[in-house]
């Protein structure tokens, strides 16, 4: 994986795989996870999914990580929430009840 290549397609708006919907599987399989009220769900290489939202509606917990920086701020932007900024495991991670996004390479 080239970071510079995913980088570079965030800044021009080239996210052709990003989905203006939940994804429709995740909708149909979700009961399959049996999950809890306020289990956690781990989303590597998020994007800005609107899947997050949803689970978060569900009553979820969300941990996501993200190469671009851009594509986190976009998410809480699209979402109206203003996220905490820190440092954890060494990254930066985005943070809001509920939802904790780490800016990073997942496969690192």
């Given at each position: 994986?080239?970071?510079d290549?995913?980088?570079?397609?965030?800044?021009?708006?080239?996210?052709?795989?990003?989905?203006?919907?939940?994804?429709?599987?995740?909708?149909?399989h979700?009961?399959?996870?049996g999950?809890?009220q306020?289990?956690?769900?781990?989303?590597?290489?998020?994007?800005?999914?609107?899947?997050?939202?949803?689970?978060?509606?569900?009553?979820?917990?969300?941990?996501?990580?993200?190469?671009?920086?851009?594509?986190v701020?976009?998410?809480?932007?699209?979402?109206?929430v203003?996220?905490?900024?820190?440092?954890?495991?060494?990254?930066?991670?985005?943070?809001?009840?509920?939802l904790?996004?780490?800016?990073?390479?997942?496969?690192?």
């Amino acid at each position: 994986m080239e970071p510079d290549f995913w980088h570079k397609r965030w800044q021009a708006k080239q996210i052709g795989w990003h989905q203006d919907e939940v994804n429709p599987l995740l909708l149909r399989h979700v009961d399959a996870l049996g999950l809890t009220q306020a289990a956690r769900v781990f989303l590597p290489l998020c994007g800005k999914t609107l899947d997050i939202p949803w689970l978060l509606q569900c009553g979820w917990h969300v941990v996501a990580i993200e190469l671009s920086e851009t594509a986190v701020k976009e998410l809480y932007e699209e979402m109206g929430v203003e996220p905490q900024l820190g440092i954890e495991q060494g990254m930066p991670c985005y943070s809001a009840p509920g939802l904790r996004v780490y800016v990073g390479d997942f496969f690192d």
